[in-house]
């Protein structure tokens, strides 16, 4: 798989990214901390609704 991750926006400190060049199975979002697992989010809002929601947990960047 050729390509990269890109910060796309930055929430409370946490990177969320797209894979470039996005092929139809990298169309998704991710959370660039370990924390979050590798989910993927369809869209950034869902990305920032998710660190927003989980971020009145004690958890490291």
Do not use: C
Not at 1 to 9: I, N, R, S
Not at 25 to 45: A, G, P, W
């Amino acid at each position: 798989m050729d390509g990269k991750w890109v910060t796309v926006m930055i929430h409370k400190g946490f990177e969320i990214q797209t894979f470039t060049p996005a092929t139809v199975d990298m169309l998704h979002y991710r959370i660039n901390n370990k924390r979050f697992k590798e989910q993927k989010y369809n869209t950034v809002s869902e990305a920032v609704e998710e660190i927003d929601t989980r971020g009145a947990m004690n958890f490291e960047r």
